[in-house]
């Protein structure tokens, strides 16, 4: 109808009208556009919203459960210190309290890995959906970090084979056998260590190199735990802040 009327107004030579009949034809088209893209960042910034939504909710159960193996490993690292007080010939002894930090020795708390909505936003090559530089720089940032940390309790179990062997032998057999071989090794009723399993324990330099180990172990997840919560909670805070702008 337009494009009609515009032939007819050039056959006339109506040149005016023809200049109205394009600019309405102009600014249509604009129009059309901007609606366009104005739906289109609507949908980015709703698909944001969602990502922002879910990974905030991933992270808050993130720092939960930080919040819970910081203390676990505060708890680690006092049971552990207290054994190796003991080991050491330092302190009073106190069977059942020694039993129960014996056996918590091999204690640990496997870390949190990356959310999975932000593991989707990675492989699915959408993390530029999130706009926020800082945010996005800091969520990569996190991610990176969380396989790190994974890396770093794999090795520490690792280097703690031996050393749970050791403590194995004492918590687990009698301590008075002639040998650590594991095929001479009969089990014994669980129980609190005697004064004379304290002195045998107390002469196996290999225990206290064990506990020491454990100790090591415990004290270098929780300061690695306590600077991973710091991140997680910077994050959070991030994350609510561009959470309330966006409402």
Do not use: C
């Amino acid at each position: 109808m337009l494009l009609r009327r515009i032939s007819e107004h050039v056959r006339n030579q109506n040149w005016f009208a023809v200049g109205v009949d394009l600019a309405i034809v102009i600014v249509g088209v604009f129009i059309g556009i901007q609606v366009s893209n104005w739906n289109e960042q609507n949908a980015l910034d709703a698909e944001q919203d969602r990502y922002l939504q879910q990974l905030s909710a991933e992270y808050q159960a993130i720092e939960a459960n930080l919040d819970n193996q910081v203390t676990d490993y505060r708890a680690f690292v006092a049971s552990s210190g207290r054994v190796l007080e003991v080991v050491r010939g330092e302190g009073p002894v106190d069977p059942d309290a020694m039993w129960a930090d014996l056996k918590k020795l091999d204690s640990g708390r496997i870390p949190p890995g990356p959310p999975p909505t932000l593991q989707e936003l990675i492989s699915s090559g959408k993390v530029d959906l999130i706009d926020n530089h800082a945010l996005r720089t800091q969520l990569l940032t996190a991610h990176a970090q969380a396989e790190t940390i994974t890396r770093i309790f794999d090795l520490i179990r690792r280097g703690l084979h031996e050393p749970e062997r050791v403590v194995y032998f004492h918590t687990d057999y009698r301590t008075d056998l002639p040998s650590l071989e594991l095929e001479s090794l009969t089990t014994s009723p669980i129980m609190p260590p005697t004064p004379e399993d304290i002195a045998a324990m107390r002469a196996d330099p290999a225990l206290e190199a064990a506990v020491e180990n454990f100790y090591g172990a415990h004290l270098n997840m929780l300061q690695v735990e306590l600077q991973v919560l710091e991140q997680v909670r910077k994050l959070n805070a991030l994350l609510a802040e561009e959470l309330g702008e966006a409402r």
